[in-house]
Every structure is written in structure tokens, then in C-alpha cells.
């Protein structure tokens, strides 16, 4: 039962920073042009490989 909460948690925590990724892009846009990038690409490859770790 843990486990399925688990991966549902996971599930929902990587669906949600899909989609704060894609409401960021333009403040992304933004600040690229000002000379930086956020850290958006490194918190959905995290969240994503232990969604994918969670599933083996």
C-alpha cells in the first residue's frame, strides 16, 4: 500500500513540474536573455529518474 502511494506521489510530483515548467517558460525566456538559465531542466530530469527507479 506504501508503495502505491508512493508511486502515485511521484507520478503527481512529476506531472506538476511538467507543467510548472511549461507555465515558466516565458520568465525561462526572460532570463536566458538577461544572461541566465533556471534550474527547471535539472528538477524534472530528478524527479522523473526516480519516478522511473520507483517503477523497477
Known amino acids: 500500500m506504501i508503495s502505491r502511494a508512493y508511486h502515485a506521489t511521484l507520478f503527481v510530483l512529476y506531472q506538476l513540474c511538467i507543467v510548472i515548467g511549461i507555465a515558466a517558460m ?15 531542466h535539472r ?9 522511473e527507479n520507483a517503477q523497477r
Open 26 to 40: 516565458p520568465l525561462a525566456i526572460a532570463a536566458r536573455q538577461a544572461g541566465f538559465t533556471l534550474p527547471i
Open 43 to 51: 528538477i524534472l530530469a530528478n524527479v522523473e529518474e526516480a519516478y
